[in-house]
Nanobody, 120 residues
């Protein structure tokens, strides 16, 4: 079992920045890859970014590449999503996730989600 708790969402103007945090726990935590997903109103949930615990290898969705950065602090079991140059279309509920391959669009464990709203 893996438990995930997100924080850091909020309201920001277009062009601004936010940093999301995901505190993870569980005996099998290191077994999985950590990821971020988002779901905008009326849309399907989509993959945003993922990172491996051991080597810190990352992968991003094309829509956020160059603007978002995923990172992790192994000592704190925490994963971050630094979001810069935010756009109104980035407005969504952001979910932290853990699984074999979040880039495939699925995960085994999910956080409760945190709202990010970008105003124009």
């Amino acid at each position: 079992q893996v438990q995930l708790v997100e924080s850091g969402g909020g309201l920001v103007q277009a062009g601004g920045s936010l940093r999301l945090s995901c505190e993870a726990s569980g005996r099998t935590l290191r077994t999985y890859i950590m990821g971020w997903f988002r779901q905008a109103p009326g849309k399907e949930r989509e993959f945003v970014a993922q990172i491996t615990w051991n080597l810190g290898r990352t992968h991003y969705a094309d829509s956020v590449k160059g603007r978002f950065t995923i990172s992790r602090d192994n000592a704190k079991n925490t994963v971050y999503l630094q979001m810069n140059s935010l756009k109104p279309e980035d407005t969504a509920v952001y979910y932290c996730a853990s699984g074999p391959a979040p880039v495939s669009g699925t995960a085994s464990y999910w956080g409760q989600g945190t709202q990010v709203t970008v105003s124009s």
